[in-house]
């Protein structure tokens, strides 16, 4: 018996790669993403229930610019995904759901998490 002939799903390659399919793969990498902070900020909890040197140990990691800068990152991170959920409990009410209002909402949210990254740590340093 010959195998039946079953239609099978589009591949990446017929559809345009567009923002929100970016912005989508990002929202899952920012997710997995979270995962690498929150173990940062167990360290730092960790350094600071042993105190004294282990605290100051953690404090100087984060201090170095390497760890400015990954803990910049993990600020975006968290802004970013923060705002994708809100982008896909805006489209659970099927608001913005057609083209333009797809690549208005994924604008403002790639906007709004570097707007509130930058603000975040003007503060931080602000007020340091």
């Given at each position: 018996?010959?195998p039946?002939?079953?239609?099978?799903s589009?591949?990446?390659?017929?559809?345009?790669?567009?923002?929100?399919?970016?912005?989508?793969?990002?929202?899952?990498?920012?997710?997995?993403?979270?995962?690498?902070?929150?173990?940062?900020?167990?360290?730092?909890?960790?350094?600071?229930?042993?105190?004294?040197s282990?605290?100051?140990?953690?404090?100087?990691?984060?201090?170095?610019?390497?760890?400015?800068?990954?803990?910049?990152?993990?600020?975006?991170?968290?802004?970013?995904?923060?705002?994708?959920?809100?982008?896909?409990?805006?489209?659970d009410?099927?608001?913005?759901?057609?083209?333009a209002?797809?690549?208005?909402?994924?604008?403002?949210?790639?906007?709004?998490?570097?707007?509130?990254?930058?603000?975040?740590?003007?503060?931080?340093?602000?007020?340091?």
């Open positions: 018996m010959a039946r002939s079953r239609p099978l589009p591949h990446l390659s017929i559809y345009r790669f567009t923002l929100t399919m970016t912005m989508s793969i990002v929202h899952r990498a920012t997710g997995m993403a979270l995962y690498g902070g929150m173990l940062l900020l167990v360290l730092w909890l960790i350094g600071a229930a042993l105190g004294g282990s605290f100051d140990a953690v404090n100087w990691l984060f201090g170095m610019w390497l760890g400015q800068l990954v803990l910049f990152g993990f600020t975006w991170v968290l802004f970013h995904h923060m705002l994708g959920g809100i982008r896909h409990f805006v489209w009410f099927t608001r913005a759901m057609d083209p209002g797809r690549e208005l909402i994924v604008r403002l949210q790639l906007a709004a998490s570097i707007l509130l990254t930058l603000a975040a740590w003007a503060l931080l340093v602000w007020f340091r």
